[in-house]
């Protein structure tokens, strides 16, 4: 049971480049989220989903796409690269079996837009 | 939109001295409030969560308590000890059934806290 995973852990862009984050969960978790953590801000959500084929938007989803064909895997794309999307991102899953559900984060990838 | 403040910022305590840390929320609706502990480099992991029908929780040396009707939270770590030292955040969530898409989080800004021997 490898929990939740990221990859790649570090990567490089250019301005304008594009790119996919990956996030894969093995615990068939319903619930997927995407969030930046940028400093003195906290963490914040920017995707999440709550099934295969339900996407929605969180409160920064500007510049990212995601789709949830999988109930194991949640993409992030980013289409054009901005030095503003300079952050570490974290995916996260949890499980709907309950009113309320612990949110198991992946390791984290640090991305840096030149 | 739900905002959380958290403080301090930065928190520096001797070995065995407690810890402190506050949260205040925004949204009377929100009901669920977890604490996620951050070590360098790693994601953050669940330590303790409270829902709205308690106001106290202890496990073991952690402890968080609640007052809805202040809409603040606060985490207590007693005998604090090296491994202690991270970032902390708080959390605050309506719940699955409220906003019927998840358990959506917001974060407070987080408090880097430092455990001096």
């Known amino acids: 049971n490898a929990g939740v995973t990221q990859t790649p852990k570090f990567q490089v862009l250019k301005t304008g480049q594009s790119m996919t984050l990956q996030c894969a969960q093995d615990m068939n978790h319903e619930y997927m989220s995407w969030y930046r953590q940028d400093p003195g801000m906290g963490l914040r959500l920017i995707h999440y989903?709550?099934?295969?084929?339900?996407?929605d938007q969180g409160e920064v989803p500007n510049g990212y796409n995601v789709s949830r064909s999988t109930t194991e895997d949640f993409p992030l794309r980013l289409l054009s690269a901005a030095p503003s999307q300079t952050s570490v991102y974290f995916c996260?899953?949890?499980?709907?079996?309950?009113?309320?559900?612990?949110?198991?984060f992946g390791p984290g990838t640090r991305l840096t837009v030149t | 939109g739900e905002n959380v403040e958290q403080h301090p910022s930065t928190l520096s305590v001797q070995e065995g001295d407690s810890a402190v840390i506050k949260c205040t929320y925004s949204?009377?609706?929100?009901?669920?409030f977890p604490w996620y502990k951050q070590e360098l480099g790693k994601g953050p992991q669940l330590i303790i969560d409270i829902r709205s029908n308690v106001g106290e929780k202890k496990d073991q040396r952690i402890a968080v308590t609640l007052n809805k009707t202040a809409k603040h939270f606060s985490l207590h770590i007693t005998e604090t000890q090296p491994e202690d030292s991270a970032v902390y955040f708080c959390a605050a969530s309506r719940g699955a059934i409220l906003t019927g898409g998840g358990n959506k989080l917001t974060f407070g800004t987080g408090t880097q806290l430092k455990v001096e021997l």
């Open positions: 989903s709550v099934g295969a084929g339900i996407t």
């Open positions: 996260a899953s949890s499980s709907q079996a309950d009113y309320y559900y612990e949110q198991y």
């Open positions: 949204d009377s609706a929100s009901n669920y």
